[in-house]
């Protein structure tokens, strides 16, 4: 069986989000149990490919426009990474925010089409990920290549919208897909509802966000009355975390690498570092945030608990870049409190993994979150989430309520619905802080949860296997002679 990923983002060579993760470690974890896979993505401009082969050119026509791409090849661990280059559409600054979005992303995946009509390299099954490799599944139908798809939504708000005439324009689609409703969304053409509708099977990237898609017809422009249609092939599989990355007893950012027999005092050792590194007092609880700062994360209810943890003398340390509104907000509170509150305005991987390894608390109070990757680093870290009820959070992290036995609690969860949940949230933080037993029954509860890629992938594995067997049983049964 062979896996195609075709994605705008693949670590260990571009990242701008969970995606990113998700490729790599989902394909690195296939790879161990010997299920082969490739990873497609695009080769952007920060990408060292001099040591990279060059496979071939292909010329791809989009409508009027002769192209070029590029294609190059490498390997990452056992899999095989192809690359599609082209100067003009991916030698940028960024990876995405242009206003051609649709135009290149289109020219990728008329690119991967041609790569499989050309190369020797047949998929079983075609996995393609949000709306930038959406159109795909319709593509490869329309060029009569019939394999497998999977589409996996891990942001619905981005869909990938734009005017009826880029069907023709940029994906040599005719009108007809959009006049007989395949890629209408209301009244515009999007790339999102296209691939739901013409993927064999629709994931997203935990079980409750699966059922928050479908049970919320309002949010993201109404798509879940779209996903409603697909309900009966619809999964929610929950992403794992790449354990080799983030372990906190080998990590080469950290001052103090620990595991769970050396986690205390270890951890407070690294705090104490990491705070004077900052010129910051060591006493009070240390809250970290790892994010990027858009609207999805809820950053904006920030300033709710910021009297709190000032009254409490905790600190507090963000990481992260995005909408300027939301950074104005937490450059405005460091400038404000200087003494509790530090910002990094950006993305340090090393500073990153000195917050999870150091914080008590990592703070995401997302207003929808499909999985979530950040709350699985801090609990690997011992460092206890304070995450909002939605999506994957909720799958992952489980509640402590004073009232209740710690059990398996390893984390504390609010409800985003009502602001001052937040606040309460906060206040539990402070009473967890301040019981030492409690807090420390938490900080190994986290460390002890489970959710490496290697036992996740066996989800997709069984997914896959569905798939495939039962289509290489169509196959096999239609060209059996008829008697
Ligand atoms: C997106 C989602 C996030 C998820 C990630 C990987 O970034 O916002 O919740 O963890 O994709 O699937």
Not at 37 to 53: A, K, Q
Not at 370 to 394: D, E, H, M
Request: hydrophobic fraction near 40%.
């Amino acid at each position: 069986m062979k896996i195609h990923f075709v994605t705008s983002e693949a670590l260990p060579f571009s990242k701008t989000g969970g995606l990113a993760d998700v490729i790599f470690g989902l394909s690195s974890a296939l790879c161990k149990k010997e299920i082969s896979s490739i990873v497609v993505s695009p080769l952007y401009s920060d990408i060292d490919f001099s040591s990279f082969e060059k496979v071939c050119s292909l010329p791809i026509t989009m409508n009027w426009r002769q192209l070029v791409a590029d294609i190059y090849r490498t390997n990452i661990n056992g899999v095989d990474y192809f690359f599609i280059g082209n100067d003009y559409y991916f030698k940028r600054e960024k990876i995405y925010g242009y206003d051609d979005e649709i135009e290149r992303f289109a020219f990728f995946n008329l690119s991967y089409i041609e790569m499989i009509k050309r190369l020797n390299i047949r998929p079983d099954i075609v996995s393609v990920h949000d709306w930038e490799t959406a159109m795909i599944p319709l593509l490869l139908k329309h060029n009569n290549l019939n394999f497998k798809t999977i589409l996996t939504i891990h942001n619905p708000a981005f869909q990938g919208s734009s005017h009826s005439g880029a069907l023709y324009d940029y994906f040599n689609l005719p009108y007809e897909y959009f006049e007989n409703g395949t890629c209408r969304f209301h009244d515009y053409f999007s790339c999102l509802k296209t691939g739901i509708v013409t993927c064999d099977v629709l994931t997203t990237v935990s079980k409750t966000h699966a059922k928050e898609l479908l049970n919320d017809l309002v949010s993201f422009n109404g798509l879940g009355h779209i996903i409603k249609l697909r309900k009966k092939n619809f999964v929610g599989i929950t992403n794992g975390l790449d354990y080799e990355e983030f372990n906190p007893a080998s990590d080469e950012y950290i001052e103090y690498p620990y595991d769970l027999t050396t986690v205390f005092p270890e951890k407070q050792m690294n705090q104490d570092f990491l705070l004077d590194s900052i010129r910051f007092k060591k006493d009070g609880a240390v809250f970290g945030i790892i994010s990027r700062l858009t609207e999805q994360k809820g950053l904006d209810i920030l300033p709710l608990v910021i009297d709190k943890i000032i009254k409490e003398n905790a600190k507090l340390i963000v990481l992260g870049s995005g909408q300027p509104q939301y950074e104005r907000i937490i450059e405005g509170l460091s400038k404000k409190y200087p003494k509790n509150i530090f910002y990094y305005c950006g993305y340090s991987n090393s500073f990153a993994h000195k917050i999870y390894a150091s914080c008590d608390f990592l703070l995401m109070p997302s207003r929808y979150e499909p999985c979530g990757l950040s709350q699985l680093v801090a609990k690997r870290y011992g460092t206890i989430p304070i995450v909002s009820n939605v999506g994957g959070l909720v799958d992952t992290v489980v509640p402590y309520r004073k009232e209740k036995a710690i059990n398996k609690a390893d984390g504390i969860v609010f409800d985003i619905s009502k602001e001052e949940e937040f606040v309460k949230a906060i206040d539990l933080a402070f009473i967890v802080y301040n019981d030492k037993s409690t807090l420390k029954k938490l900080i190994k509860n986290a460390m002890n949860y489970k959710s490496s890629w290697n036992d996740t992938v066996v989800s997709y594995i069984t997914l896959y296997k569905k798939i495939y067997f039962a289509f290489t049983w169509w196959r096999r049964y239609l060209r059996r002679p008829f008697n």
